[in-house]
């Protein structure tokens, strides 16, 4: 079982010692966001950590046990919680001194730097994007400030083409990244299925169908998401053009 895997675990049986004050959260957990959220001063029981559980993103998604001796495929954390943390130390410490755009301007001198050292289209400086956009989401649990959760959304968003230039298209690593964008644009949508989150989510359902299989956790993690987001606004989902339009649409908007 991985930290994400433990995680989850502390989780379920917080869960469990506090009945049905903690719901089952359908966002996908993240070992980082997981981890800050257990160590959160603020909220010293988990019970009272509801809306918090619910709102966490991903940025590798459910890892299953053993079935008969063989582990399932699945996307494995290629950086522990701390080592994501470390990426975006200095940039989340000046946010919180002197606020959003503080922040974005030191973490633009690191990416900069990374850059330099690893080139642009580099798995450095996409999981920098993607450890920046999951840091800004737990500030915003943090503030409610609605500037730094969009701020998340377009950080996270543009780390999907810089997955996709370093792994290649279809890539389960470019599903987490889909996937960590639909949660977090589900969210700055006041809670709503919109064409971006969709199509995202439709994307990642394929990518992990083609590469896990269908029967795959994560693969069905993604399917449920989808499916639980589509019942809530009563539609059957987007043709594959109109998906695919919505996901370049929204990425041309990205970053840069």
């Known amino acids: 079982m991985s930290a ?15 009945g049905d004050a903690l719901e089952r959260p359908q966002w996908v957990e993240s070992s980082h966001a997981v981890s800050r959220l257990i160590r959160d001063q603020r909220a010293s029981n988990v019970c009272v950590m509801k809306s918090l559980a619910k709102a966490v993103l991903a940025i590798a998604l459910q890892i299953g046990t053993a079935v008969g001796g063989c582990e399932p495929p699945e996307t494995k954390d290629r950086l522990s919680p701390e080592a994501l943390e470390r990426l975006v130390e200095e940039p989340i410490a000046e ?49 409610e400030d609605r500037a730094v959760l969009q701020a998340s959304r377009e950080y996270l968003q543009a780390a999907i083409p810089a997955y996709r230039a370093s792994f290649g298209a279809d890539h389960p690593e470019v599903a987490v990244a889909l996937h ?77």
């Open 4 to 18: 994400l895997g433990r995680k989850r675990a502390l989780l379920h049986r917080h869960r469990r010692s506090c």
């Open 180 to 256: 960590s964008f639909a949660d977090v644009e589900v969210v700055v949508s006041n809670n709503r299925l919109t064409p971006q989150a969709e199509a995202a989510l439709e994307e990642a359902l394929r990518i992990r169908r083609a590469a896990l299989g269908p029967q795959n956790h994560e693969t069905l993690a993604t399917e449920e998401r989808l499916a639980s987001l589509r019942a809530e606004v009563g539609t059957k989902g987007l043709s594959p053009t109109s998906a695919a339009r919505a996901l370049e649409e929204g990425e041309g908007r990205t970053l840069r």
């Open 95 to 143: 946010l919180r001194a002197n606020g959003l755009r503080a922040g974005q301007a030191k973490f633009e001198q690191v990416r900069r730097v990374t850059e330099a050292q690893h080139g642009s289209a580099s798995i450095r400086v996409a999981d920098l994007l993607t450890a920046f956009g999951v840091q800004l989401y737990m500030e915003y649990v943090g503030s």
